[in-house]
């Protein structure tokens, strides 16, 4: 998988997809995810559930097994019913940040743009239908614009939001490791790093 869309240069594309890294748009934000686990659940399978990177800790840790810290946060989900079940039952919903501002929340099919370039945003989509983002349903759709309202309104006090200038009751700093080592210590250009090309320079 990826952690974001393409910028949208050096051929790169993100398809139908409107947006790209750096934004909430779904080109910025949504990439595929391939697994593979002969001996822990059946391939060949497409999945449409929502899920982030965030899930894949509470994921494995499940999966290995392992015990969470008790007492901590943990904004992960759980998706171990997705790969072994074979179900669709991941998230139900998603909250688009960009760097500390809600951008975009989205409950099932829906995704609501709250937020863009620090600007009010009023914008309805139906991802399924328009994965695309080119139809706005804000007007035809006031009551699913106030389900995700609703929404936007439980992630504030939950994290916060600096455009709307609150902080949210469980923001908080990430997780940090002290005095972290690189596995590599230098770079063997016929070893497949993955590594962004930009980034080589200065990290090697």
């Known amino acids: 998988t990826s952690d974001?869309?393409?910028?949208?240069?050096?051929?790169?594309?993100?398809?139908?997809?409107?947006?790209?890294k750096g934004s909430t748009w779904e080109g910025g934000q949504r990439v595929p995810c391939i697994m593979s686990w002969p001996d822990g659940f059946r391939g060949g399978r497409v999945c449409h559930a929502i899920?982030?990177?965030?899930?894949?800790?509470?994921?494995?840790?499940?999966?290995?097994?392992?015990?969470?810290?008790?007492?901590?946060?943990?904004?992960?989900?759980?998706?171990?019913?997705?790969?072994?079940?074979?179900?669709?039952?991941?998230?139900?919903?998603?909250?688009?940040?960009?760097?500390?501002?809600?951008?975009?929340?989205?409950?099932?099919?829906?995704?609501?743009?709250?937020?863009?370039?620090?600007?009010?945003?009023?914008?309805?989509?139906d991802l399924q239908a328009d994965p695309g983002e080119s139809k706005n349903l804000f007007q035809q759709l006031p009551n699913v614009v106030k389900e995700l309202q609703q929404e936007a309104e439980n992630a504030r006090r939950d994290l916060g939001c600096a455009a709307a200038g609150i902080k949210g009751e469980n923001n908080r700093a990430p997780g940090r490791v002290e005095h972290p080592q690189k596995l590599t210590s230098s770079f063997d250009p016929n070893h497949p790093y993955i590594v962004a090309l930009y980034d080589k320079e200065e990290d090697f």
């Open 51 to 125: 899920a982030s990177h965030i899930d894949f800790l509470p994921t494995f840790a499940r999966l290995a097994g392992v015990q969470l810290p008790k007492g901590c946060l943990i904004d992960g989900l759980d998706l171990t019913g997705v790969l072994l079940g074979g179900t669709d039952d991941g998230r139900k919903d998603f909250r688009y940040y960009r760097f500390e501002t809600l951008e975009a929340v989205r409950i099932g099919k829906y995704k609501l743009h709250l937020y863009k370039e620090g600007a009010p945003c009023r914008e309805l989509y």
């Open 4 to 20: 974001n869309g393409s910028r949208g240069d050096h051929g790169a594309s993100n398809g139908i997809l409107r947006g790209a």
